[in-house]
C-alpha cells in the first residue's frame, strides 16, 4: 500500500520531469529551427539543397524528440487540474496536443526521408533524374499536408486548454489569453496559406508556434514551482468539487 509520503514523494518527482520535459522540448524546438536547413519550394533546387546537406536528416532527429518532450510535458501539467469541468476541458486538450505531436512526428520523419532520395537522385543516371525529383516533390507536398493537420491541432489544443484555464482559475490571468492568440494566429496562417497563398501566413503561423511555446513553458514553471511547495491540487487539497459534495453530505 502506498503511504502518503510515498505518493507525495511520486507526484514531485513527476512533476519535477514534466517541468524538464516542457522546458526541453521547447528548447530542442527552437534549436531545431535554428539549424533547420529549410527545404526550397523549386524542386530541383530542393533535392540538390538535400543530397549536399548532412543537417537535414539530424534537424529532424530533434524535432522528434522535441515532439516527445513536450507531450510528456503536456500530460504532467494536465494532471495538476482540480475542478472537475477544467479537468474535462484539459484532457480534450490535451488529446488535440497529442494528435498533433503525432502528426508532426510523422510530417518530421518523412522530411528526414527526404536526404535518402536526394542521396540516391545524386547517383542516379541523367534520364533516371527526373524520376526522383517527382517522388521528392510529392513526398515534400504529402509532408506538408500532413503539418497542416498538426497545426490545426495544436490550435484546437490552445483554444481547449484556455477554456480549462479559464475554469480553473489558479493560472495567471494572462495565459489563457496568449494560449487563445496562439490558436487565432495558426488558425488565421492556414486560412490565409490555403486561400490567398500570402507570405503573411508565414509570419502568423511563427507567431502562433512561438505563443504555443510560451505558454508551455509556462507551464514548466508551473509544474516546478508546484513541486517544490507541494501544493499540487492533487496531492494536498480536495478538488473544489468535492468539497462541495461533502458538504452536501
Known amino acids: 500500500m502506498v503511504t502518503e509520503t510515498q505518493r507525495k514523494a511520486r507526484d514531485r518527482v513527476y512533476y519535477r520531469v514534466g517541468s524538464v520535459a516542457a522546458v526541453g522540448g521547447v528548447t530542442a524546438a527552437l534549436v531545431q529551427t535554428a539549424i533547420d536547413p529549410g527545404i526550397s519550394d523549386h524542386p530541383q533546387d530542393?533535392?540538390?539543397?538535400?543530397?549536399?546537406?548532412?543537417?537535414l536528416a539530424w534537424s529532424r532527429l530533434l524535432d522528434m524528440v522535441a515532439f516527445l518532450l513536450l507531450l510528456v510535458g503536456v500530460a504532467a501539467v494536465t494532471d495538476t487540474f482540480a475542478q472537475t469541468t477544467a479537468?474535462?476541458?484539459?484532457?480534450?486538450?490535451?488529446?488535440?496536443?497529442?494528435?498533433?505531436?503525432?502528426?508532426?512526428?510523422?510530417?518530421?520523419?518523412?522530411?528526414g526521408s527526404l536526404n535518402d532520395v536526394?542521396?540516391?537522385?545524386?547517383?542516379?543516371?541523367?534520364?533516371?533524374?527526373?524520376?526522383?525529383?517527382?517522388?521528392?516533390?510529392?513526398?515534400?507536398?504529402?509532408?506538408?499536408?500532413?503539418?497542416?493537420?498538426?497545426?490545426?491541432?495544436?490550435?484546437?489544443?490552445?483554444?481547449?486548454?484556455?477554456?480549462?484555464?479559464?475554469?480553473?482559475?489558479?493560472?495567471?490571468?494572462?495565459?489563457?489569453?496568449?494560449?487563445?492568440?496562439?490558436?487565432?494566429?495558426?488558425?488565421?496562417?492556414?486560412a490565409v496559406g490555403s486561400a490567398f497563398q500570402l507570405d503573411f501566413a508565414f509570419v502568423l503561423l511563427v507567431v502562433g508556434i512561438v505563443l504555443s511555446y510560451v505558454v508551455i513553458v509556462a507551464f514548466g514553471v508551473r509544474l516546478w514551482r508546484s513541486s517544490r511547495r507541494c501544493e499540487l491540487h492533487d496531492v494536498r487539497q480536495p478538488s473544489v468539487d468535492t468539497a462541495r459534495s461533502s458538504t452536501r453530505r
Not at 497545426?151 to 493560472?171: K, P, V
Not at 489569453?177 to 492556414?190: C, E, F, M, R
Open 46 to 55: 530542393a533535392i540538390r539543397l538535400a543530397a549536399g546537406s548532412h543537417v
Open 118 to 190: 536526394a542521396s540516391t537522385w545524386s547517383d542516379a543516371p541523367a534520364r533516371l533524374k527526373p524520376g526522383y525529383v517527382a517522388v521528392f516533390d510529392s513526398m515534400s507536398k504529402i509532408s506538408g499536408g500532413i503539418s497542416a493537420v498538426a497545426w490545426m491541432a495544436l490550435a484546437a489544443f490552445g483554444l481547449l486548454y484556455a477554456q480549462g484555464m479559464l475554469l480553473e482559475g489558479t493560472f495567471p490571468r494572462w495565459l489563457p489569453w496568449i494560449s487563445i492568440g496562439s490558436a487565432i494566429a495558426t488558425l488565421g496562417a492556414l
Open 87 to 111: 479537468r474535462g476541458w484539459a484532457r480534450a486538450g490535451l488529446a488535440m496536443f497529442t494528435v498533433s505531436a503525432g502528426a508532426g512526428a510523422i510530417a518530421t520523419m518523412i522530411v
